[in-house]
C-alpha cells in the first residue's frame, strides 16, 4: 500500500490523483475526509491533509466550506496533461536518444514501439 521509499503525503497524494484519473472519483465527487483516509491508511490525519492540499494547490480538489473536498472540474484533464508530460521526459526523450545513439530512423523506432504494444516485443 504505501511504502517508505518517498514521503507518505507524496503517496496519498497520488494515490488520489489516480482514483481521479480511472474514474473511481469522478469530477465533482466529493473526496473521503481527511479523518476517513487517515483510518484507512493508518497514518497520522496532518499527513493526509498535506497530501490533499498538494491537490488543492495544483487545482484538482477544491474546498466547499463545511461541506469536505471535492474533485474539480477538469481535474482529469488536467492530471492526463501532467502524466502526459511526465511520461515525455522520463521515457520518451530517453528513448529517442538511444535511438539515435543506435541509428534508428524514426520509423524504425515507431515500428518497434507499435509491435511491443501490440505484444511481440520483437526487436530485430
Not at 62 to 91: N, P, T, W, Y
Request: glycine share 10%; hydrophobic share 45%; no cysteine.
Amino acid at each position: 500500500m504505501l511504502d517508505d521509499s518517498r514521503p507518505i503525503f507524496v503517496q496519498v497524494a497520488e494515490r488520489i490523483a489516480g482514483d481521479v484519473l480511472d474514474g473511481t472519483l469522478p469530477e465533482g465527487s466529493q473526496v473521503p475526509s481527511t479523518t476517513e483516509l487517515s483510518a484507512f491508511l493508518r497514518i497520522n490525519p496532518a499527513t493526509v491533509a498535506k497530501g490533499m492540499a498538494e491537490l488543492v494547490a495544483t487545482g484538482v480538489l477544491h474546498k466547499r466550506r463545511g461541506i469536505g473536498m471535492f474533485v474539480s472540474e477538469g481535474a482529469r484533464a488536467r492530471l492526463q496533461e501532467q502524466r502526459r508530460a511526465a511520461f515525455v521526459d522520463e521515457f520518451v526523450a530517453p528513448l529517442v536518444r538511444e535511438a539515435g545513439r543506435l541509428g534508428l530512423a524514426p520509423d524504425e523506432v515507431a515500428r518497434l514501439v507499435v509491435d511491443a504494444t501490440r505484444g511481440a516485443g520483437a526487436v530485430r
